[in-house]
């Protein structure tokens, strides 16, 4: 073992060290850069969508670059921001939290980010293709007929999705791996922290359906270019199967950008309520159940398709009854924080804000579950609402605030306490004028993905703007704060918090280049 | 790079938003605008809406519930105050409780919701069918039991798009043709398209449904009042998937009579003016209109508009006429230049052409007649 | 050491398997094209008709107590210039008695164009009840430039048909079967809709009326 230490000690320095590395705090580095230059990339884009939709008419973009921008926007806020994040927290933290000396397949691991950039280049470039029709432009869920006229922006998307698909995957693997047979001595399954945990069902999940959407995109590839018919009803295909395997892919996605956040706050209310989490088990047992509901609800996106009576009935019920386990999670965490001792450090306001609007956009989930009711909100900016409460101050919020919490381990350095404050004030309050009002656009009948609208949503639609403005500029603290806590601030003590719990704290801050090269002992 | 620099830029970054939210309030502070659905004018819009409310008023019951205890938490549970932290981690019956009370709620909404759902899915006994066909980008309307079919097209003025002239107050939900429909009576939809997915919507009627290339779907309404209803495409179709508004004007059953017997006439007048001769004045100011259709993409003064040929002095608005005739009919393969043959007609085409050889610069004398055009379909 | 090494074999040994889920998946989303089928046939969802032999449907016993109207509509897709209707808007049909309606197909262009059609029956429920014994959609269907063709369907309602249902709907939407010449009569792909930046809007609104 010392030998085997001494030889992975000596590691290279400078461009060699980031594109050769197999150390997964080096590895965890590079996805959480990737996915914050990607953050400002796809917040651009919001911010083109949100000027154009600031007045009626046609100001700043045409409608065919408006609808790039929807497209891109989502694609790279979801496959290239939320879900790098949670890998790199992964690679950060599950080998620390599991006493673990590294990933389980370190060279994997290297491959399965450096293949990211890549596709991100390749995705990105189609915005340079104007005269080629552009970047794909039917919405992220892409669904024929209408991707199947789409220019040859669509192609190299599908391309970039394949080696989304891979990274993906390969990370899934590498995580279950990890958790499953590197774990210290003493460390069960059931001693395991909640972060850890909802990564492992994450990956799972992960496992399970990206390969079903690669499947889903070459059948769009073969279909625009190689003469099938999959999706063509010319050719005894079914637009509707399409989205039909995008949505049993697309549902168990939206748990993969939540379950990892669930784990992050699950994480961080303890700490700053000094009092252990409540109800351990029953965390764990919500999340599996969510992610297998998350299998058999996908046609709740689907409802005004024409779905016979029976199965519009059946996706109703069984969506509904995801609120319970979700319920049961948002009942925990605020349990965790009743009679504890609490204080409001920057990662536990991000914690808190998570909580509050994650449940919002969790009972316009619910809402939207209701068929009848959601012939009218379908399609909508309710829908819009919806998803942003919950990606944005869902997903984001925990990751924002997971990076604020092990910031300090991290880098070895405190952040501005202040700053760090003022960023999350500015984002909460920013994010809740961009969004909120967006529920009154979609019941009043705004449809979704248009780029210019009817005289009466002119009022709510420059409030979302203002208010994304805000929100967009305030992330530009974050970035000014991260650079300045790893150039300065003041040294992090190994405990950081005075009520964090679990093995990465006995590390130092920050912890050396290879740690737990001997197992720890887990009482 | 001090603290205070920071502080500095994000106070002025915070004045410069509030300066511009507070102007936008003063300025659309009259603008009316609704914080729940449209007004219901069928039945099942109305169920809808009452549902809506329900969910909503218990989502909200429960929400303060659950978040008062948050926030009691959170003024009182502090280390600030001294709050000693208690050792609880689990409790069984605690648990199980908030485990069932959720569940029987959502029973309590799944009741109303299936019986609101049975009905809206229910299309037999129905009085009049229209069968919806989508497009991109406009609507095409088709009343088998009555011979009347035609397209319904935005009808908004691209200045207006543009900016360079006021709004009007149906801005982008103003169609040529809209949809006639009696009150009172069960009308079924059957709704398909022509090339890719688009969604049929009206939200005062509480209906929605994908027309899917293909496929056919149904569904009905039964509209209590008359009036104008407007509605819009709700499902990404491509660029102009915005202006592809749709307009129900619904009246009585004598004005709906009365309208059918109107557009037959017309139908039965059009194919008796393609079959006459017609004057070069006339189609030139028939032509005019249609070649607002046109001005789009070859501009208004026969420019053309980037990519997009000029008409002055091109080589087909001044070659042979049965060449320009087949491009504006069949569309040019392989660019935006769509057939406009299945979408106007006969005089609508001679007209248009006429105008394009004989006016933006043109001089051509040709004049075309309806005939000529029917007899190259 | 020992438990370096065993770990290293654990590892490869769960990343065979976890490769083998992976894989297996990517071809789930493929077999899902047949399921899904299968699952439509059964459910009748997007109303795909049955077919059955002639035998059969003349074998059918006729429910004279009951009376279904039987809709016919139909439409061409964009990039085929024919004109396509059916003959007959509705007919009053037993459950279990064979009939023939007809549509009528022109071919408003100078090209000979091969044609495919694809029915599609609302309500769903009743698309599995709705069984064709011929029909102009079995086949792909060429005509010649200016060619009109008439084309009968031979259907029958399966005397099964739920009791609620009492009128069907038959639609059929025509395609152009070749890409190009599809493209060629205004069907939109790939760059074609997507470099028109502009908006097509109607200056004036232009009547548009039809039989």
Same mark, same amino acid.
């Given at each position: 073992m010392a030998t085997a230490t001494a030889h992975h000690g000596a590691h290279p320095t400078g461009i060699s060290r980031w594109l050769f590395t197999t150390n997964h705090k080096d590895i965890g580095t590079l996805y959480l850069w990737l996915a914050l230059i990607l953050f400002f990339v796809g917040g651009a884009m919001a911010l083109v969508i949100r000027a154009e939709l600031?007045?009626? =008419?046609?100001?700043?973009?045409d409608p065919h670059f408006f609808n790039q921008m929807t497209t891109m926007h989502a694609l790279i806020m979801v496959f290239g921001v939320v879900m790098p994040a949670f890998v790199g927290f992964a690679n950060w933290q599950i080998p620390m939290m599991i006493g673990a000396p590294d990933m389980a397949l370190p060279r994997m691991n290297n491959w399965s980010f450096w293949i990211l950039p890549f596709a991100f280049v390749l995705l990105s470039s189609t915005l340079f293709m104007q005269d080629q029709g552009g970047a794909p432009s039917a919405g992220w869920t892409l669904y024929p007929p209408l991707t199947i006229q789409g220019g040859i922006g669509t192609d190299f998307a599908i391309l970039s999705i394949h080696m989304l698909g891979i990274s993906s995957v390969l990370g899934a693997i590498n995580v279950i791996a990890t958790i499953l047979n590197m774990r210290a001595p003493g460390m069960t399954l059931m001693k395991m922290p909640l972060f850890v945990w909802t990564w492992l069902i994450t990956a799972f999940l992960l496992l399970a359906v990206m390969p079903v959407f690669a499947g889903a995109v070459t059948m769009l590839l073969t279909d625009r270019h190689f003469g099938t018919s999959f999706f063509d009803a010319a050719g005894g =295909?079914?637009?509707?199967l399409f989205q039909h395997i995008f949505w049993f892919f697309g549902h168990p996605e939206v748990y993969i950008l939540i379950l990892p956040a669930f784990g992050i706050v699950s994480q961080i209310i303890p700490t700053f309520a000094r009092k252990p989490l409540f109800g351990y088990n029953s965390m764990v047992y919500a999340t599996a159940s969510i992610a297998f509901l998350s299998f058999v609800v996908w046609a709740h996106h689907m409802f005004t398709v024409g779905l016979p009576l029976a199965g519009e009935l059946f996706f109703m019920y069984a969506t509904m009854l995801i609120a319970v386990p979700t319920g049961v999670k948002v009942f925990n965490w605020i349990t965790t924080m009743w009679r504890g001792s609490m204080t409001f450090e920057t990662p536990m306001l991000f914690a808190v804000a998570f909580v509050f609007l994650f449940t919002i956009g969790g009972l316009s989930g619910l809402m939207l579950a209701i068929v009848p009711a959601d012939f009218q909100y379908h399609d909508t900016y309710f829908v819009v609402a919806h998803f942003h409460y919950v990606l944005v101050s869902g997903a984001i919020f925990a990751i924002l605030g997971g990076a604020y919490y092990w910031l300090p381990k991290w880098t070895g350095h405190m952040y501005n306490e202040t700053l760090g404050k003022w960023h999350f004030w500015l984002t909460v309050i920013g994010f809740n004028i961009a969004f909120f009002p967006q529920h009154f656009l979609g019941l009043a009948g705004m449809p979704r993905r248009i780029p210019d609208y009817a005289l009466q949503f002119t009022e709510f639609n420059q409030w979302s703007t203002v208010g994304a403005f805000l929100l967009g500029f305030a992330q530009l603290l974050f970035l000014y704060l991260v650079v300045q806590t790893i150039r300065s601030g003041k040294k992090a003590s190994t405990q950081v918090w005075d009520g964090a719990k679990g093995l990465e704290w006995t590390l130092p801050s920050p912890p050396p280049y290879h740690t737990f090269a001997t197992a720890p002992k887990v009482k | 790079m001090g603290i205070t620099r920071i502080k500095h830029v994000t106070g002025a970054i915070t004045r410069l938003f509030l300066g511009i939210s507070l102007w936008s309030v003063s300025g659309l502070a009259l603008a009316a605008y609704e914080l729940n659905f449209q007004k219901p004018v069928t039945p099942i819009a109305e169920e809808i809406l009452d549902l809506h409310n329900l969910i909503i008023i218990i989502v909200l019951i429960i929400f303060v519930i659950v978040f008062s205890f948050m926030f009691y938490s959170i003024v009182v549970h502090r280390k600030s105050r001294g709050y000693k932290p208690a050792k609880f981690h689990d409790n069984n019956t605690l648990e199980i409780v908030w485990t069932i009370i959720p569940f029987l709620i959502l029973v309590g909404m799944a009741i109303p919701s299936t019986a609101t759902l049975i009905k809206m899915e229910d299309? *037999?006994? *129905?009085e009049l069918t229209v069968k919806i066909t989508g497009y991109q980008w406009k609507w095409r309307y088709d009343y088998p039991d009555h011979d009347v079919s035609f397209f319904s097209t935005l009808s908004t003025p691209r200045d207006q798009i543009e900016n360079k002239t006021a709004k009007g107050e149906n801005y982008l939900l103003e169609v040529d043709n809209p949809v006639v429909l009696p009150v009172g009576k069960k009308v079924r939809f059957l709704i398909t398209a022509n090339d890719v997915i688009h969604a049929w919507w009206v939200p005062q009627f509480g209906v929605k449904k994908d027309a899917i290339p293909g496929f056919i779907n149904e569904m009905w309404t039964r509209i209590d009042e008359p009036g104008t209803y407007r509605g819009q495409c709700a499902e990404l179709c491509g660029k102009d998937h915005g202006y592809m508004p749709i307009v129900v004007e619904a009246v009585s059953q004598q004005e709906f009579d009365k309208w059918v017997s109107l557009q037959r006439n017309k139908a039965v007048a059009a194919q008796a003016s393609a079959a006459q001769k017609w004057s070069k004045a006339k189609l030139m100011a028939r032509g005019k209109q249609v070649y607002g259709q046109c001005a789009a993409c070859h501009g208004a003064n026969g420019e053309g508009v980037g990519p997009f040929p000029k008409l002055t002095g091109g080589k087909i608005t001044t070659g042979p006429v049965a060449d320009h005739l087949k491009i504006v009919i069949q569309g040019k393969p392989g660019t935006a230049m769509q057939a406009f043959g299945p979408q106007l007609s006969d005089v609508d085409i001679a007209a248009v052409v006429t105008y394009e050889r004989n006016a933006l610069g043109n001089n051509t004398g040709d004049v075309v007649q309806p005939s000529q055009v029917k007899a190259l379909r | 050491m020992a438990r370096k090494k065993d770990i290293r074999q654990n590892n490869k040994r769960l990343v065979q398997k976890l490769a083998v889920v992976a894989l297996a998946m990517f071809g789930f989303g493929f077999a899902m094209v047949p399921l899904y089928d299968v699952f439509c046939e059964i459910t009748g969802i997007n109303g795909k008709t049955g077919r059955v032999d002639a035998q059969a449907a003349a074998a059918s016993k006729v429910d004279k107590s009951r009376t279904v109207t039987v809709e016919f509509t139909g439409h061409t897709s964009s990039g085929l210039p024919w004109e396509f209707k059916p003959l007959r808007k509705k007919i009053d049909v037993h459950p279990g008695q064979t009939v023939v309606v007809k549509y009528y197909a022109r071919n408003m262009s100078d090209e000979a164009i091969i044609g495919q059609a694809v029915p599609s029956v609302t309500p769903g429920q009743a698309a599995e009840h709705f069984n064709k014994v011929e029909c102009f959609c079995f086949s792909q269907q060429k005509l010649a430039p200016g060619e009109v063709k008439e084309m009968p369907v031979q259907f029958v309602v399966n005397p099964g048909l739920p009791r609620g249902v009492r009128t069907i709907t038959l639609s059929y939407a025509f395609f152009n079967m070749d890409k190009a010449s599809a493209k060629k009569y205004g069907a939109k792909g790939d760059r074609a809709s997507n470099r028109n930046h502009r908006h097509q809007v109607k200056a004036d609104p232009v009547v548009a009326s039809g039989g």
């Open positions: 600031f007045e009626p =008419g046609m100001q700043i973009v =295909g079914d637009p509707l | 299309t *037999s006994e *129905s | -």
